[in-house]
């Protein structure tokens, strides 16, 4: 795919000069703004009154918070509640231990380096053990394919905003990532849903949705258990989506961070690995499979494309944690990660079957549900006439929390669907809490 030059971007270089002048700078600069903030105290107090002072961007009309905080909070207000809504990963899996000694080991010999400004792209020796993973994964990349982020997320939002438009149009698969309908909101954007089935989106509805939204700029997917449906996609419909990727000249955001967590079955090709014209954004994550809180993430992409997300990077962090990665390449070093991940997917494969068995034995008849064969979420269709909202309020005050699904879905709707998380609750929460949810929707049916 070609991607369209752009004049607006400031060149590498001036922004590498303005980061060795910024300590002496950054001394000044505060001095400047504590002046100011003296001097324009009344205009903040005013401004900090309601939004009818703040002259908001037109933007900030379209954010909403996040439905999953916002349960989390009434969850963390009751007392010993049981909770399938974090979507977390088992804080007993991180390598506590050995992050302990690597990064004494960082701190001692490389303190100069990992307590320093960074490059922009990212350090160099983890990219260069991304690019070896990705090639043993058929993804055909170097080093100048690979951009390091804060998380994929970052990669969601810097991905939107090389391409969005206000007006542009988005599709999802029905339910998606709510993450990802939040970094592209602020865009101004219209966010579509597709009908998506067990094994992916149905591609009908999707050519329908390209062909009905000439306006389309971005696929965003989350082929290999989904967050929060737990589905993969089938072979062919992976093939099918590139095919007609590159009929409507569309790009597809493929976000990956559960695909290593496989509790059975084959590992299918990713779309990455099957992209035909470079037009899959790959985004890759440190998140699920090391540590969540390091916030490492990475986007594989088309050079061109790379090149301008690193300059937006430039604009709007800088860089990645330095210490952060040099944290997951020393990392990388010193455990057999394959190892680690095998140990993160018997646990969680141990949670998702005593999960499975639970909703066998306690849920009513008329509750379907998927059985993810990897990831964090399984997924549960209610009866049409039921309401999460109800069941969920329900369920709280039998000190059990969940996420409803609704918010999962682009354009609202869908009321009666819930997610529900197996990773982060201990392993003797899930049958009671399981028992009373069963109980609970019983209830309401
Ligand atoms: C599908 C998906 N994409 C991206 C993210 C964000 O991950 P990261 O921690 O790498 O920013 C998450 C986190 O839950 C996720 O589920």
Redesign the pocket.
């Known amino acids: 795919m070609k991607f369209i030059p752009e004049q607006s971007f400031y060149p590498l270089e001036q922004s590498v000069r303005f980061v060795a002048e910024s300590i002496t700078a950054y001394v000044a600069v505060q001095e400047s703004v504590n002046a100011s903030i003296k001097r324009d105290a009344p205009y903040f107090q005013d401004t900090i009154k309601g939004d009818e002072y703040m002259k908001l961007a037109k933007r900030i009309g379209n954010i909403k918070p996040s439905a999953i905080r916002a349960v989390g909070k009434k969850i963390t207000a009751i007392d010993n509640c049981i909770s399938f809504a974090a ?1 977390l990963p088992d804080p007993a899996l991180f390598p506590s231990k050995e992050m302990k000694e690597v990064t004494d080991c960082l701190l001692t010999e490389k303190p100069h380096i990992a307590l320093q400004y960074g490059m922009t792209k990212g350090y160099a020796p983890l990219i260069a053990k991304i690019v070896n993973d990705l090639n043993g994964r058929n993804i055909d990349c170097n080093v100048a394919n690979i951009q390091m982020t804060t ?4 990669g ?1 939002s810097f991905v939107g905003m090389a391409f969005l438009d206000p007006g542009d149009v988005v599709l999802t698969e029905n339910p998606t ?1 709510l ?2 309908l939040a970094a592209f909101r602020p865009y101004e954007v219209i966010l579509k849903g597709v009908d998506s089935e067990s094994d992916g989106m149905k591609m009908d509805a999707l050519e329908d949705a390209l062909k009905n939204n000439p306006r389309t700029k971005l696929i965003y997917l ?1 082929p290999t258990f ?2 929060p449906s737990g589905r993969t996609w089938s072979i062919d419909k992976r093939k099918a989506v590139i095919q007609l990727a590159n009929q409507y000249d569309v790009v597809i955001i493929e ?1 990956n ?2 695909g290593d967590i496989r509790f059975e079955g084959e590992h299918l090709p990713t779309l990455k690995s099957l992209d035909t014209e470079e037009r899959v954004v790959y ?1 890759g ?1 440190y ?1 699920k499979i090391l540590c ?1 809180g390091l ?1 490492v ?1 990475y986007i594989c992409a088309e050079q061109n494309l790379v090149q301008k997300i690193e300059i937006i990077k430039e604009g709007a962090d800088l860089q990645t944690n330095q210490l952060a990665q040099m944290q997951v390449d020393e990392l990388l070093e010193k455990i057999d990660l394959d190892a680690h991940i095998g140990k993160v997917i018997s646990a969680y494969k141990e949670k998702r079957d005593l999960m499975m068995a639970c909703i066998e034995k306690y849920f009513p008849k008329n509750i379907k549900y998927t059985c993810p064969e990897g990831g964090m979420f399984l997924w549960l269709e209610l009866p049409e006439k039921m309401d999460a909202n109800v069941i969920l309020d329900k369920s709280l005050l039998q000190k059990v929390g969940f996420v409803p699904g609704g918010p999962f879905f682009p354009e609202g709707n869908n009321e009666n669907t819930i997610r529900l998380n197996f990773s982060t609750t201990p392993k003797n929460n899930i049958e009671p809490g399981i028992k009373i949810l069963g109980r609970v929707l019983d209830e309401a049916g």
């Open positions: 979507g998380g994929s997320q970052q969601i990532y993450g990802a989350v989904s967050n976000d961070p559960y985004l994550s998140s969540a916030r993430g």
